[in-house]
């Protein structure tokens, strides 16, 4: 446990001392803080930009509008940006030969991977809940009746459907020896759980189910998630675990 501690502490501080610090986090603010404005005035915009074509036809931007923007940016933009900064997170160092000084003093190579998965993690949240907040703030200025529980439950949905991409790109680091090859893997799974998605039975059993749950939760729509969320967490454990042994059988 102790190890473990300290493992977790050294990755942590990496992330505080490097980019990715600036990466995931940065977007995460920038698209909360954009979010809210783009709602409220992109009728308003379009409408003085088409004169006659589009008065009258598009509706008034309501806190929906703003939550979907957020929404949208979390699936988009986050989710590709999350995939790429995390591809090297365990191929890097056995790149650069950090791995092996780390490895040679009394850890695990368990420890190693899960310090990866807790210490992104507690990255991810973190930044995702501020922004958040930050949202949902926001939006108040705009739309003051904006109820709080649909941002926190679409939020909520997405940060597990993320952390299971997180195990993904860590499985593949620990498989591959290229950070564009891992974050290749996480692409894949995550375009095919999209593409997955159109069956039915995929969408109401499995994390495909999960892709598109933030968007509707957002709108307070009625949406099972039930088993999704079951599924997501479950291959998200198996995943972790597979990263581990994988990560055991490699040469350092």
Partial sequence: MRSFRALLAKDLLEIVRTWRIWVV??????????????????????????GDVFAGMLPDPTWVDSYAQWTKNLSQLVVFALIIALGGAISGEKRV??????????????????????????????ATLVGMLITWGLTLIWFPDAPFGPLVAATAA??????????VVLLGSAAVDSGAGA???????????????????????TPAGMAGAPAALGADLEV???????????????????AVKVFERREL
């Fill in 25 to 50: 986090p940065g977007i995460l603010i920038f698209s909360a803080v954009s979010g809210p404005p783009t709602a409220a005035y992109t009728a308003e915009l379009l409408a003085s930009l088409g």
């Fill in 224 to 242: 099972e998630v039930l088993w999704p969320a079951v599924t997501t967490a479950i291959l998200t454990a198996v995943l972790v675990w597979a």
């Fill in 158 to 167: 997405w940060l597990l459907f993320a952390l299971l991409l997180v195990a």
């Fill in 183 to 205: 974050a290749g893997i996480g692409l894949g799974f995550f375009f095919l759980l999209m593409l997955s998605g159109i069956w039915g039975p995929m969408l109401r059993w």
């Fill in 97 to 126: 030969g950090t791995s092996i000084m780390v490895l040679t003093k009394p850890v695990s190579r368990a420890g190693f991977v899960l310090a990866k998965f807790v210490s992104t993690a507690i990255l991810l949240v973190a």
